[in-house]
């Protein structure tokens, strides 16, 4: 799993870097990249929180690693807790108060304020869960979260056939598109959350033996 989730980071993750060298490099002001000359931080801090989130996260989701090293498992959560707070925090930031690219509109604005805020609540709810001792909870919403956090990774997969087929997309496509990899990865992501307490139920009813 790990693997699969690094190599479904990794376009946006290199995406992220050629933005960081486009502004450190002093690249062209073009309308496209106008809004983060303007105001860098926030999309730099964007880069680097969802960078460590998706890459460092997708070791969280291996039940042996969890098993072998708990104290890893525990200290890998304490840096992305903070990563992925920023990684949102700052993603609605630049919702809010960047100026809306050509290819945006209101629809796609809203959808990045539902799930930035989901994806918040989610982390929230998760270490919530931690410090009251519930880890199947913790497991499940830090779940959650992460696959909103990794979401560009699925979009630029429901991008891909639509560029190849018709074209670049209109606004309301873009925005369906965009919309599509959020779902898909929550509904993944909830298909492993019942499959895993699913397994965890039958183990539990399983008769022992005494000896």
Not at 36 to 64: E, K, M, N, R
Not at 108 to 134: C, E, H, K, P, Y
């Amino acid at each position: 799993m790990p693997i699969g989730l690094i190599l479904l980071s990794l376009v946006p993750v290199l995406a992220g870097a050629a933005r960081i060298a486009e502004l450190s490099g002093g690249a062209e002001i073009t309308p496209d990249n106008a809004r983060f000359f303007a105001s860098p931080l926030p999309v730099v801090v964007h880069i680097l929180s969802v960078t460590i989130y998706a890459l460092l996260g997708a070791f969280q989701f291996a039940p042996s690693l969890r098993r072998r090293k708990p104290k890893w498992h525990r200290t890998a959560g304490r840096i992305l807790v903070p990563a992925g707070l920023a990684a949102a925090l700052s993603g609605l930031w630049m919702t809010l108060f960047y100026a809306l690219p050509e290819s945006d509109g209101a629809l796609l604005n809203m959808m990045r304020l539902v799930f930035g805020s989901a994806m918040l609540l989610s982390i929230i709810l998760g270490v919530t869960a931690v410090r009251q001792r519930d880890f199947p909870r913790h497991g499940d919403w830090m779940m959650h979260g992460y696959a909103i956090g990794l979401g560009a990774g699925t979009q630029v997969l429901t991008h891909l056939p639509w560029f190849l087929l018709f074209g670049v997309p209109d606004e309301f496509t873009k925005a369906m598109l965009m919309g599509a990899g959020w779902v898909i990865n929550l509904a993944v992501a909830e298909w492993v959350i019942r499959k895993r307490r699913a397994r965890y139920g039958r183990s539990r009813r399983a008769p022992t033996v005494s000896l």
